[in-house]
């Protein structure tokens, strides 16, 4: 069974530009959550999705924004990007929606901001 | 409110020795509890994880963590470590059965030494 997969593997952006960010769970699972991971603030939430609908979010500007699609693929947009988006993006799923499922995580996305 | 503490942000074992990262939480609410590991460029793998029941919790590759609540710790240990051992370390706590944003510690880093 295929893991997370997440697109692009790299992006490199300057300031002000948009980007979007992909992420296929793993086959069957229907909640997708993501994360940004930078050596200062470490791992921060970003929102979660489950069913097309955004569960939970994260303490992050406006400018961050994602959805899910019917087939549980999901996106993550960052519009108007600054110096301190740059940051390695990971993407996990996870089968249902009760239970403490463990997370299946993807390698990420690595974004530069220049 | 919840938080994770993970003391030490550098650990250097040498090959064969004992494992032991220490990792403290936070929670109002009794915690499921995680631990995650991340190799350089990729995402993160789990683990283990408590949720209920017995406290001493077997994981993969030899790691283990006991849950006490008394002390509220969940460290992670491993008896004898291994040069592939070495990588980052997250301890991770969600609040409960329905929350399923994960809430990470600094991290750990753990090196190897021949």
């Known amino acids: 069974k295929a893991g997370v997969t997440q697109t692009p593997r790299y992006l490199i952006k300057t300031r002000g530009q948009q980007v979007t960010l992909s992420c296929s769970p793993i086959s069957g699972h229907r909640s997708v959550s993501w994360y940004q991971q930078t050596p200062g603030q470490g791992l921060q939430f970003l929102f979660e999705y489950f069913s097309e609908t955004q569960r939970n979010k994260g303490n992050f500007p406006g400018r961050f924004s994602g959805r899910q699609f019917s087939n549980s693929r999901s996106e993550m947009n960052v519009s108007t990007l600054e110096l301190g988006d740059s940051a390695l993006y990971l993407c996990?799923?996870?089968?249902?929606?009760?239970?403490?499922?463990?997370?299946?995580f993807g390698s990420g996305t690595q974004l530069s901001v220049l | 409110a919840q938080s994770v503490t993970q003391l030490g942000s550098h650990v250097s074992v040498s090959e064969g020795a004992l494992v032991l990262l220490r990792c403290n939480y936070s929670?109002?609410?009794?915690?499921?509890l995680f631990w995650y590991v991340q190799y350089p460029n990729q995402g993160l793998q789990l683990l283990l994880k408590?949720?209920?029941?017995?406290?001493l919790v077997k994981g993969i590759n030899g790691f283990e963590a006991e849950f006490k609540k008394s002390e509220t710790s969940f460290h992670l240990t491993k008896p004898s470590a291994h040069m592939s051992d070495a990588a980052e370390y997250f301890c991770?706590?969600?609040?409960?059965?329905?929350?399923?944003?994960?809430?990470f510690g600094a991290g750990t880093t753990v090196t190897v030494r021949a």
């Open positions: 991770a706590v969600r609040r409960g059965l329905n929350d399923y944003k994960l809430s």
């Open positions: 996990a799923s996870s089968l249902e929606g009760t239970g403490p499922e463990k997370l299946f």
């Open positions: 408590y949720t209920t029941g017995a406290t």
């Open positions: 929670s109002s609410v009794p915690p499921y």
